[in-house]
């Protein structure tokens, strides 16, 4: 049995960007300014997502587009969400 598997729901970020039609850089930029949570990191440059992601990431979009908020705003709603 391989322990070190990581499970068939979680994703590599190329995975990631198919799934959301969202370029690599943007959703680097939404991880840095913490409008989607950070990936399980298995080493320095290998980084794992999830569902989670893909819905953090089709929400700041939609409130983008639909309410026509600025990333700023966004930040302050998604922060106090977790509040």
Request: proline share 7%; no cysteine.
């Amino acid at each position: 049995m391989n322990h070190n598997k990581i499970p068939e729901k979680l994703m590599k970020m190329k995975k990631l960007t198919e799934e959301t039609g969202i370029p690599k850089g943007t959703i680097q930029y939404y991880i840095k300014e913490g409008l989607i949570p950070k990936p399980i990191k298995t080493h320095p440059n290998m980084a794992y997502y999830s569902r989670v992601h893909i819905d953090a990431i089709r929400l700041v979009k939609e409130l983008q587009s639909k309410r026509f908020l600025p990333l700023s705003v966004i930040k302050k709603i998604l922060k106090n969400k977790k509040d």
